[in-house]
């Protein structure tokens, strides 16, 4: 019954009533550049120093607690990267 209702009231919108969702324009990322030997590259897994800064093991530790996963990891490894093509040699050309 509450489906019914929602269904009604967005069938009776007006175009005056419509809220803009973003109030200031989204600024385009950072233009990133590409290293060959960088961490993830190829699949290849980030390994961090052993030697961590007080400031970076805090960049960790709040990756974790904020997001669930390795944060501190996930943004050294550049999105621009190369990754290993899984499949057969038969389907590579």
């Not at 060959?36 to 980030?46: A, C």
């Not at 390994?47 to 501190?72: C, E, H, I, R």
């Amino acid at each position: 019954e509450r489906d019914n209702e929602i269904d009604k009231d967005v069938n009776r919108l007006e175009g005056d009533e419509h809220q803009r969702v973003i109030d200031k324009p989204v600024q385009p990322e950072k233009k990133t550049t590409y290293d060959p030997n960088g961490p993830g590259e190829l699949g290849k897994p980030f390994k961090a120093p052993k030697n961590l800064t007080a400031a970076q093991k805090k960049l960790v530790s709040d990756g974790w607690q904020n997001n669930a996963f390795n944060q501190y990891a996930s943004d050294k490894i550049s999105v621009r990267r190369r990754l290993p093509d899984p499949r057969d040699d038969c389907f590579i050309k």
